[in-house]
């Protein structure tokens, strides 16, 4: 890296993209009622834009990983930023919803390329005694737009229509842009030596396809059959990368290095158990307790604040203490306060839900930048892109179960029956259901953030655990 360039000014500019991209996320989908009404479309077509987010993002991340491993990650950021800018641009003119789903494809491949390499990037820049900083504050900033996405995005639609949304990310797109080249002379690209494997990153498109979709079609049968065929396409993407020359996606890293294998099974469960809590109390708070949209907003905001606060100071931490002690800690904690949802009741206090968002943010906070931390430090530098990128899909299948999960059990107990008086009952007892298997499955995932292996000694350095 230049030794002109700044640490912190790196970190602003990684920052706002951080931000961008999940508030784009959040904000985008409390404009779905507008966005029914403008073009006049059906359930479906309105799933799909959401849907074709998280699709085009799911497919991209890896691959996106290793080219910036291979041709630089300032560079393939800033392609990504311009993608996103560019996308979220042309999302404002669409004349229909087709077009506006064609472009939400290219929003989420430049929100991939974006999350990838804004976490490989500071893990480059920053030395190991500095980075749980550097991504705790980049956790927070992710935080900070997800939790006001749906506040501001609601403000924008309300006054100014639901394009406004796509308007506001073409500046602060620009501001990335400018700052990138600005104050990133220098460059990353620790695998220049290798190629990228196309075939491996063909099945590995049609894998994630295949599952994200099935799970977004469960309890049908189809849904099935999908969820078969990308587990198969994953058996294949595995044998295809133990082969290959210069995989995608250096499977061996989950053979060889503990600390890796088991910080991203924690984070897959972790945001497995995790993801549909605000979903559900969204639910509850507006059927349940009757609250309007902007009220049940500002209970459930007190989780991601808290997060966002206490995340810089957790990451921080992760330099000196051991972060499988930390994220192990944030694990419990999260595991309480899903604990305290089980319990939930149609007389239950707002001051007892808002106690337990907080017990939640709390935990989320200990365990997000501390388990990226363990993550980015057991590889070399040659595995940054691909690591950030394993992250970031761990999150992605964890929030698309998470959701699948609850959807399907809502669906066994409710019925196709909208939610109502007559089906409250129904629904808090697949609420209770829904929190226990969540509690369970952060119960399992303390025992392997706990035993992933240490790494401020000197055994589990990236170095030793290097998967060549």
């Excluded at 409390?30 to 074709?52: E, G, Y």
């Excluded at 189809?222 to 993407?237: P, Q, R």
């Excluded at 307790?289 to 992760?318: C, D, E, R, W, Y």
């Amino acid at each position: 890296m230049d030794e002109n360039i700044s640490k912190n000014q790196v970190l602003l500019t990684i920052a706002i993209a951080s931000f961008l991209t999940p508030f784009m996320l959040s904000a985008s989908n409390i404009a779905l009622p507008a966005i029914q009404r403008d073009f006049h479309a059906n359930a479906v077509m309105l799933s799909w834009i959401a849907t074709s987010y998280l699709l085009s993002t799911a497919v991209f991340l890896v691959p996106a990983g290793k080219i910036a491993d291979i041709y630089g990650r300032k560079k393939l950021f800033m392609v990504g930023i311009i993608i996103f800018t560019l996308a979220s641009l042309f999302s404002a003119f669409v004349p229909t919803i087709e077009w506006l789903i064609v472009m939400r494809i290219f929003q989420g491949l430049g929100g991939s390329i974006v999350m990838t390499t804004a976490v490989a990037i500071l893990t480059s820049v920053y030395p190991p005694q500095e980075r749980g900083k550097a991504l705790g504050v980049n956790v927070s900033m992710v935080y900070i737009g997800l939790a006001s996405g749906p506040t501001l995005g609601g403000l924008l639609t309300t006054h100014l229509g639901w394009r406004s949304i796509f308007y506001m990310a073409v500046p602060l797109g620009i501001i990335t842009i400018l700052l990138t080249l600005y104050y990133l002379h220098g460059e990353w690209a620790d695998a220049r030596e290798e190629k990228l494997d196309i075939g491996g990153s063909l099945i590995y498109a049609f894998s994630l396809i295949a599952i994200t979709y099935g799970l977004t079609l469960l309890p049908a049968p189809s849904g099935i059959l999908y969820l078969l065929g990308g587990l198969l396409g994953v058996v294949a993407f595995v044998k295809s990368q133990l082969s290959a020359k210069y995989p995608v996606f250096n499977v061996r890293l989950f053979k060889n290095n503990r600390v890796f294998a088991f910080s991203n099974i924690a984070a897959l469960i972790n945001y497995g158990a995790t993801a549909g809590i605000t979903f559900l109390l969204s639910l509850y708070l507006q059927y349940i307790k009757g609250m309007p949209p902007q009220t049940a907003g500002l209970v459930l905001i007190v989780q991601p604040i808290i997060q966002a606060l206490l995340s810089p100071a957790a990451g921080k931490l992760s330099d000196k203490v051991e972060p499988r002690l930390i994220s192990s800690l944030g694990m419990a904690s999260t595991s309480l306060g899903l604990f305290l949802l089980i319990f939930l009741q149609s007389n239950t206090s707002i001051p007892y839900i808002i106690a337990t968002l907080l017990v939640l943010g709390v935990g989320f906070a200990l365990f997000g930048s501390p388990n990226t931390n363990a993550v980015m430090g057991s590889v070399s530098r040659q595995y940054y892109g691909i690591a950030s990128g394993s992250v970031s899909t761990m999150r992605l299948l964890g929030q698309n179960f998470s959701m699948a999960l609850a959807t399907l059990i809502i669906t066994l107990y409710v019925g196709k029956a909208a939610i109502s008086p007559t089906t409250y009952d129904l629904f808090l007892s697949s609420t209770h259901i829904i929190f226990s298997i969540f509690t369970l499955l952060c119960v399992v995932g303390i025992y392997f953030s706990y035993s992933r292996g240490k790494m401020h000694t000197g055994q589990n350095t990236a170095e030793d655990h290097q998967a060549d």
